[in-house]
C-alpha cells in the first residue's frame, strides 16, 4: 500500500465532511432566522450545538489515546447520520417542535466533538506515515478545509434557495456516512502508528483522570501553546458572532437572502484556498510571526466595517477576496506550531484539550451576537465585534512569547524529512 495513501485518503474525507458541515452552518441558522424572525432564536441554536461539542472535546481526548482516533472518528461520523437525517425528516412530518430541534442540534454537536479531536489527533501519525513536512500537511488540510468550504457555500446557498434550509440538511447527513466509509478504506491494514499513535500502548493503565490531568498539565506548562489557544478561544467566539448571526441578517437587510451567504462564504473560502497552497508551498521558509500578525490585519477588521453599512456587495466582494487569501496561511501555520510542541503520547489529549479550548466560547458567540443585534443594530454590532477581533488578534503583538513560533525543530537526521517534534 502507498505510504501516503492514508494521508489523501484523510484529506478526501475531510473534503466531504466539510463540505456537508458547510451545508449545514448555512442551513440551519438561516432555517431559524426565516421560520422565527429572531436573531437571539439563531444564536441560541450555536449555543445548543456547540456547548456538548466543546464539553466532550475535552472529556473525550483520553478515550481517544486509549481507543485510537481512527476508530473514534469514523464512529462518530457513522452515528451522526441518523442524527442530523431526522431533522429534515421531523421537518416534513410536521413533528419538528423548536425544543427537539434543539435537542437534535445539541446531539450533533455532541459526536462532533470528540470526531473532530479524533481526527485531528490522527494527523501526527498519517505525516510520518507519509514522509512529508509538517507544514506541507497542514497547508494541504487547510487546503482541502478551504477548498470544501468554498464548494460548500456555493453549494449551500443556491441549495437553500431551491428546496429549503431543512431539506438542505439531508446532504450533511449523507457526507457524514461518506466521511467515515473514505477513512475506513483509506486506513485499512495500516500499521498500529496511523491507527494509535506510538507512545499511547500505557495509556490504558493510567486511570481516566489521571490522563485528563497529565494533557492538561502539559498545555499549562507551554506558554506558546496556552496563547494561541486563547486567542484563538477568542476569534472563533466573535467569528461565530459574525457567520452564524450577523452574516444572515446582513443578508436579509442589504445583501439579498440565502444566495448572497453563499456567494459571500464561496468568495472568502475560495480566496483561502489560494492562500492555504501558497502557505503549503511556501509555509517553511516564510517567518511565522510576522506571517501571522500581517494576515489577522488583512482578514480581521475590514470585513467587519464594510459590512456594517449599506454599500454594495461587490465591495464586500472585495474585502472577502483579501481576507479570505489572508486567512488562508493562518491555520497552517498555527496547526504546524501546536503539532510540533505535542509529545506523540499525549497527541490526542493535547490536541482535544486545546481544540476545545478554541471552541470553548464559541457556543456564546451566536448568542452574544444575536442580543447585540436585537439590542443596537446590524451597524453597532459589526463595528463592535470588529474592533474587538482587531484588538485580540493584535495583542500578540505586545508578547515577546509568541516570537517563538519562528523556532523549528531540527531533523533528527539531515536526510530525513522534517517532521512534529517528540
Known amino acids: 500500500m502507498s505510504t501516503r495513501r492514508p ?3 484523510w484529506l478526501t474525507s475531510e473534503a466531504i465532511s466539510l463540505t456537508g458541515t458547510r451545508v449545514s452552518m448555512i442551513a440551519l441558522p438561516y ?45 462518530c461520523d457513522v452515528l451522526s447520520v441518523p442524527v442530523v437525517g431526522a431533522i429534515p425528516l421531523l421537518h416534513h412530518l410536521g413533528q419538528l417542535s423548536f425544543p427537539g430541534f434543539l435537542a437534535l442540534v445539541a446531539v450533533a454537536g455532541a459526536l ?26 497542514t497547508g494541504l ?4 478545509e478551504r477548498s470544501a468550504s468554498m464548494l460548500g457555500a456555493g453549494f449551500a446557498g443556491g441549495l437553500v ?40 500502548e500505557g495509556a490504558d493503565e493510567a486511570p481516566y483522570r489521571q490522563q485528563l490531568h497529565e494533557g492538561w498539565r502539559f498545555l499549562r506548562g507551554d506558554r506558546v501553546l496556552l496563547g494561541i489557544a486563547v486567542m484563538v478561544a477568542l ?19 442589504y445583501g439579498g437572502g440565502a444566495a448572497a451567504i453563499g456567494l459571500l462564504f464561496a468568495v472568502f473560502s475560495g480566496s483561502s484556498v489560494l492562500g492555504s497552497l501558497c502557505a503549503a508551498t511556501w509555509g517553511e521558509r516564510l517567518p511565522r510571526y510576522a506571517t501571522y500578525l500581517v494576515a489577522f490585519l488583512v482578514t480581521g477588521l475590514p470585513r467587519f466595517v464594510v459590512m456594517a453599512w449599506d454599500v454594495p456587495v461587490w465591495s464586500v466582494l472585495v474585502v472577502a477576496v483579501a481576507g479570505g487569501f ?3 496561511f493562518l491555520n497552517p501555520i498555527l496547526s504546524a506550531v501546536i503539532f510540533e510542541r505535542i509529545p506523540t503520547a499525549l497527541v490526542g489529549r493535547v490536541t482535544s484539550l486545546t481544540t476545545a479550548m478554541c471552541f470553548v466560547l464559541m457556543p456564546l ?3 452574544a451576537g444575536g442580543l447585540l443585534t436585537d439590542g443596537f443594530g446590524l451597524t453597532v454590532a459589526m463595528l463592535a465585534i470588529g474592533l474587538a477581533y482587531f484588538a485580540v488578534t493584535m495583542l500578540p503583538a505586545l508578547d515577546p512569547r509568541w516570537k517563538e513560533m519562528d523556532r523549528r525543530p531540527e531533523p533528527a537526521d539531515p536526510t530525513a524529512p522534517a517532521r512534529a517534534a517528540r
Do not use: Q
Open 7 to 9: 494521508l489523501y485518503g
Open 31 to 75: 432555517f431559524v432566522y426565516t421560520t422565527t424572525g429572531s436573531a437571539s432564536k439563531t444564536g441560541l441554536v450555536a449555543l445548543a450545538e456547540m456547548l456538548p461539542l466543546v464539553l466532550l472535546k475535552i472529556l473525550g481526548g483520553p478515550i481517544i489515546d486509549r481507543v485510537g482516533p481512527r476508530r473514534i472518528s469514523i464512529t
Open 112 to 137: 462532533r466533538g470528540p470526531g473532530d479531536g479524533a481526527k485531528s489527533a490522527m494527523i501526527p501519525s498519517l505525516v510520518e506515515h507519509a514522509g512529508v513536512p509538517m507544514e506541507r500537511a
Open 141 to 144: 488540510g487547510s487546503t482541502v
Open 161 to 200: 434557495a431551491a428546496v429549503g434550509p431543512a431539506n438542505a440538511l439531508v446532504v450533511d447527513a449523507v457526507s457524514f456516512g461518506l466521511s467515515a466509509a473514505v477513512l475506513a478504506w483509506a486506513t485499512r491494514g495500516i500499521g498500529g502508528a496511523a491507527v494509535r499513535p506510538e507512545g499511547t
Open 235 to 253: 476569534t472563533n467566539f466573535l467569528d461565530i458572532a459574525w457567520s452564524s448571526v450577523l452574516v444572515p441578517v446582513w443578508a436579509e437587510e
Open 326 to 328: 489572508a486567512s488562508g
Open 365 to 367: 458567540g451566536g448568542l
